[in-house]
């Protein structure tokens, strides 16, 4: 089982580029979210879904989009970067129902220079 | 919006004290707690977790306690160990059902031997 797995595992943009991220889960998990990590600030929801075609905002959501086309796949889409958006971005995935903890992604390291 | 206050930010013990680690929640339908260890390079890892109907929960070195009335949730560390060294999260579940978590700002916990 190899979990949550993120790709790519740092990436370098230029302002205004775009990009996409990838997650994807082997364990069957109905929920996924998006999660940025930034020093001092704790990991903050920008998107999350629970379930195939869905998808709802986080608590900062601006200057993202995403999709979840299949269920073990979360995309998170930025469509021109700006450097405050450089950061440590995790996915996590979880099973329906109220009381689980989530999986993480080991992360991916976005820079916008 | 709904938020996660997380007391110390950095505490420091010598090898074999107790660490605790408080956190105070503001939404009332919140019902599930868990906390996270998260080593350098790595995403958070899910150590221990309680829910609202139980005032209580231990895992060997590690306790959480639940005081649903004062939106007060805490993590104990006993007899730390230098490996315990890490960042650690506390979250609560927020949203319809609980569907997801916002995290605290972290406590960087420093043990030395």
């Known amino acids: 089982n190899a979990g949550v797995t993120q790709t790519p595992k740092f990436r370098v943009l230029k302002t205004g580029q775009s990009m996409t991220l990838l997650c994807a889960q082997d364990m069957n998990h109905e929920y996924m979210y998006w999660y940025r990590q930034d020093p001092g600030m704790g990991l903050r929801l920008i998107h999350y879904s629970v379930g195939e075609g869905t998808t709802a905002k986080g608590e900062v959501p601006d200057g993202y989009n995403v999709s979840r086309l299949k269920k073990q796949n979360f995309l998170l889409g930025l469509e021109s970067a700006a450097p405050s958006q450089t950061s440590v971005y995790f996915c996590a995935s979880r099973r329906q129902g109220g009381s689980y903890g989530y999986t993480f992604g080991s992360g991916t390291r976005l820079t916008v220079v | 919006g709904e938020n996660v206050e997380q007391h110390p930010s950095t505490l420091s013990v010598q090898e074999g004290d107790s660490a605790v680690i408080k956190c105070t929640y503001s939404?009332?339908?919140?019902?599930?707690f868990p906390w996270y260890k998260q080593e350098l390079g790595k995403g958070p890892q899910l150590i221990i977790d309680i829910r609202s109907n139980v005032g209580e929960k231990k895992d060997q070195r590690i306790a959480v306690t639940l005081n649903k009335t004062a939106k007060h949730f805490s993590l104990h560390i006993t007899e730390t160990q230098p490996e315990d060294s890490a960042v650690y999260f506390c979250?609560?579940?927020?949203?319809?059902?609980?569907?997801?978590?916002?995290f605290g700002k972290g406590t960087t916990l420093s043990v030395s031997s």
């Open positions: 979250a609560a579940s927020i949203g319809q059902a609980g569907t997801a978590l916002i």
């Open positions: 939404d009332s339908a919140s019902n599930y």
